[in-house]
């Protein structure tokens, strides 16, 4: 057996020891109906922007986003966030500046896609593994995966003035009071201009009130 081929024994070797047995390449991309920000349930409207959030705490509202079973199972929630900027320049954002801050007042920060779609396909849990998460990604998680993930993930993002964009973060799965007590913390939004921040944001991520 030549150099070349004992390479692509050991890869596929590994690959197939990673991936979880549910996963096996058949993921589908799942569309998102994008609503206007002030359409949801959850929104604010500050400083000429208007954020709107679509907390999916269920494992039914979490497969309208991400075909993921295990997303539930693996104690993740997604939080789908519309924000459009009805200001006369434009905005930076980025996905890792955005919190979510508990009933006791603690800044959780999101968790990287990179080690949601690893938890969701490898068989044991991710600190388990020495190997690369960037070569455990592209041996172990299904290409679909991977682009339906990259597409939806609210990573860098540049909004135009008088435009509107979306993405989603990911977050430590809450219980229903927990979840009524926690709020979203946007820390670092950038007005493009003249590079200055705007006062930051912060607002419940579900309507009512804890027990």
């Known amino acids: 057996m030549n150099i070349l081929m004992k390479r692509l024994t050991i890869t596929l070797l590994f690959t197939t020891l990673l991936l979880a047995p549910t996963l096996s390449g058949k993921y589908k991309i799942k569309p998102i109906e994008v609503k206007k920000a002030a359409q949801y349930p959850v929104h604010i409207d500050f400083q000429q922007v208007v954020i709107g959030a679509q907390v999916c705490d269920t494992e039914e509202e979490i497969l309208e986003l991400f075909d993921a079973k295990k997303m539930f199972q693996k104690g993740i929630m997604p939080v789908l966030l ?5 200001n006369s320049f434009a905005l930076e954002m980025n996905g890792e500046d955005i919190y979510l801050v508990t009933r006791d007042g603690t800044n959780v920060p999101p968790i990287p896609p990179i080690e949601v779609m690893l938890e969701l396909v490898l068989r044991k849990p991710l600190d388990s593994y020495s190997t690369r998460k960037e070569i455990m990604l592209m041996q172990a998680v299904p290409p679909n995966m991977r682009m339906d993930f ?57 309507t009512g009130t804890p027990d």
């Not at 519309?82 to 009805?86: D, F, G, I, T």
């Open 82 to 86: 519309v924000v459009e900027n009805n």
């Open 150 to 206: 990259e597409h939806k993930s609210f990573g860098e993002k540049l909004i135009a003035p008088l435009g509107s964009d979306y993405g989603v973060v990911f977050f430590p799965l809450l219980e229903d009071v927990e979840l009524r007590g926690a709020r979203l913390y946007l820390p670092e939004i950038r007005n493009m201009t003249d590079d200055n921040l705007l006062m930051f944001f912060e607002f419940p991520i579900v």
